[in-house]
């Protein structure tokens, strides 16, 4: 008779304790595939989450940019470039320029594209008589932005005055009680006002804004400015300097002033925007690893608990079963089975023990973490789970595993003495 017909027989003429051995191996092999299983889907899950949040977190991080370009936008200008012999002593005392540039700088410099502005905007600004009022104002002459070379289209920051019209500064349409639409008369030139400005605290109070020909036509400075305003788009505080060298390198006879604070604000503005993004995606990110921690911190206490508790398990079963067959035994030996087939006998039921608990096991684990699933997240379809190398490493390392605990019950067995067995 072969050997695996004797494993057979000896399997259905004590079945008993085979199932159990079974139950044990395969209470081990579902804990450690459902963990492996759980371990997996939630690494997918996470990826899957992370992947989804880095597209919304994308999309705030550049809402917020936005709103924070809109807050930059309304800081206003931060760059004046002045002729270079410009004493800034007067220009601070007065509020504008005495001396006068071509209006073409301001033409080569957005031809040229510096990399550090977004917005060049050349102004002629002067303190003048308005004699049809009898008062002085300030007077600015201004026209579109001028789109820089390289750039998209930026949204203004200050929008152009038409030819014939005019806005006009909170105190002079208060004192005046102007409104919208109304024809004044500057220089002996009819204008329509077209915007009422509101209150700003300042010399903008007292301003006249027209359309930068017509300026430069009643200052008597036909193709003439006194300033080019600009818009830094550094976000990066220690680079605020730069702007100077590059407008240095195109516009040598001019001088470069920058409102630190109002480029620091929208520095912070575009740098806080970036943090917030990256905090939320650390946060997410750290919050992620602590649960995966947890959960195989559980599994690293549990799982080898189950797999010591049913190797213990069917190591005593082997161990009750050649206790129980010891006549049996005696009379393979009487009969001169040798000491080695009793030893691979033994071994071979413990390795069809392992295999059968491994395939139920792997069974049981696959289909209980896919049940987890379900009920916690909707779960993933079942076939999703399914990982044949796993199911390889259970089928080859289980029938092992099952042999070895088993090893010294048959050991002891294949050394009986048949002699005292059957006289006993």
Not at 81 to 105: C, G, H, L, S, T
Not at 156 to 172: C, D, K, N, R, T
Not at 329 to 344: C, D, F, N, S, Y
Not at 350 to 356: Q, Y
Request: aromatic share 6%; net charge positive.
């Amino acid at each position: 008779m072969t050997t695996w017909r004797l494993v057979g027989r000896e399997i259905l003429y004590h079945r008993g304790n085979f199932l159990l051995s079974v139950v044990g191996v395969l209470v081990a092999s579902a804990c450690v595939v459902a963990a492996i299983s759980l371990l997996d889907r939630y690494d997918r899950r996470s990826e899957q989450r992370a992947a989804a949040q880095a597209v919304e977190l994308e999309r705030k991080m550049a809402d917020l940019k936005d709103d924070y370009r809109k807050i930059g936008l309304r800081l206003g200008f931060n760059v004046l470039i002045v002729p270079k012999n410009q004493n800034m002593a007067d220009f601070y005392a007065d509020d504008f320029a005495a001396k006068m540039m071509p209006e073409a700088y301001a033409q080569a410099l957005a031809k040229t594209g510096v990399a550090t502005l977004n917005h060049v905007l050349p102004i002629l600004q002067q303190k003048t008589k308005w004699p049809e009022q009898r008062r002085t104002i300030q007077l600015v002459g201004t026209r579109g932005e001028i789109a820089l070379f390289g750039k998209g289209r930026k949204t203004a920051l200050q929008q152009p005055v038409p030819p014939g019209h005019v806005a006009v500064g909170y105190e002079l349409h208060r004192s005046l009680k102007l409104a919208a639409g109304d024809q004044i008369m500057l220089r002996g030139r009819r204008f329509t006002v077209s915007t009422l400005q509101t209150q700003r605290g300042n010399q903008d109070d007292i301003t006249l804004w027209i359309n930068l020909a017509e300026a430069q036509e009643l200052l008597g400075k036909k193709g003439r400015i006194n300033a080019i305003l600009a818009l830094e788009c550094t976000c990066a505080p220690n680079r605020l300097g730069q702007v100077r060298q590059e407008i240095a390198s195109i516009l040598p006879d001019t001088q470069v002033i920058e409102f630190s604070s109002r480029a620091l604000a929208r520095a912070e503005a575009r740098n806080r925007a970036a943090t917030v993004a990256r905090e939320s995606i650390a946060r997410e990110k750290h919050s992620r690893a602590q649960q995966r921690q947890e959960r195989e911190r559980l599994f690293a206490i549990l799982v080898p608990l189950i797999i010591v508790a049913s190797g213990v398990w069917v190591g005593l079963l082997a161990l009750s079963n050649v206790r129980s067959r010891g006549s049996e035994i005696g009379i393979l030996r009487a009969l001169g089975v040798p000491t080695r087939r009793v030893l691979i006998l033994f071994l071979a039921r413990a390795g069809v023990i392992g295999l059968a608990g491994a395939g139920l096991g792997f069974a049981v684990g696959w289909l209980g973490s896919w049940f987890g699933e379900q009920i916690a997240s909707g779960g993933p379809r079942l076939g999703s789970l399914f990982d044949p190398l796993l199911l390889a490493l259970v089928l080859a390392l289980t029938p092992a595993l099952s042999a070895l605990v088993s090893w010294l019950p048959a050991l002891w067995a294949a050394q009986l003495d048949p002699a005292k067995t059957l006289t006993s």
